[in-house]
């Protein structure tokens, strides 16, 4: 076989290997999907939640895989960073947070947002009946002095303008 033919059965082989992956994802009953948008109009989903089987690393059996680091300021993005206390190696962001269902009853999620071209300003909206019910949701946006929203009886935010700080979601477990 010559090394060209070598090369496309390895990528075919690894684009295999993903997709089988993401096809035997655990389904998740606890979480919720964030979608994110800016003034240009690109968009993205995040998910967090919590799962009887996740660890404080990337686990892709539920969706969750490293992304490349955040572009340069005109690229969009929105995603995860590194959980408070637990940084992973190397410092990565994903699309998806799972976190196992463990005795603390708070976690806390960052979300960092940047929008195309300086394309001001990003929405992020949830919808308010998928959110899990023994759950508490509390948004406090980038720009605010410790003011929380309330995401089970509000389905959406728009920040202004960049703050260059991360979002904060907290998630109390009743």
């Given at each position: 076989?010559?090394?060209?033919g070598?090369?496309?059965?390895?990528?075919?082989l690894?684009?295999?290997?993903?997709?089988?992956?993401?096809q035997?994802?655990?389904p998740?009953?606890?979480?919720?999907?964030?979608?994110v948008?800016?003034a240009a109009?690109?968009?993205?989903?995040?998910v967090?939640?919590?799962?009887d089987?996740?660890?404080?690393?990337?686990?892709?059996?539920?969706?969750?895989?490293?992304?490349?680091p955040?572009?340069?300021?005109?690229?969009?993005?929105?995603?995860f960073?590194?959980r408070?206390?637990?940084?992973?190696?190397?410092e990565t962001s994903?699309?998806r947070d799972?976190?196992?269902?463990?005795?603390?009853?708070?976690?806390?999620?960052?979300?960092?947002?940047q929008?195309?071209?300086?394309a001001?300003?990003?929405?992020?909206?949830?919808?308010?009946?998928?959110?899990?019910?023994?759950?508490q949701l509390?948004l406090?946006?980038?720009?605010?002095e410790?003011?929380?929203?309330?995401m089970?009886?509000q389905?959406?935010?728009?920040l202004a303008h960049?703050t260059?700080?991360p979002?904060?979601?907290?998630?109390?477990r009743?």
């Open positions: 076989m010559s090394r060209r070598r090369t496309l059965t390895g990528v075919i690894l684009l295999l290997c993903f997709t089988a992956a993401g035997a994802q655990v998740l009953r606890d979480s919720l999907r964030v979608f948008t800016d109009g690109s968009a993205h989903v995040i967090l939640g919590h799962h089987e996740a660890s404080d690393d990337f686990d892709i059996a539920l969706g969750e895989s490293p992304v490349p955040v572009p340069f300021d005109l690229v969009f993005a929105a995603r960073v590194d408070p206390g637990v940084p992973r190696v190397p994903a699309y799972i976190r196992k269902h463990g005795e603390a009853r708070i976690d806390t999620f960052l979300i960092r947002v929008p195309v071209n300086n001001w300003p990003m929405e992020l909206r949830w919808r308010e009946d998928e959110t899990p019910q023994f759950m509390l406090r946006p980038r720009d605010s410790g003011a929380f929203i309330d089970q009886s389905s959406r935010f728009v960049d260059k700080q979002i904060l979601i907290l998630v109390r009743h």
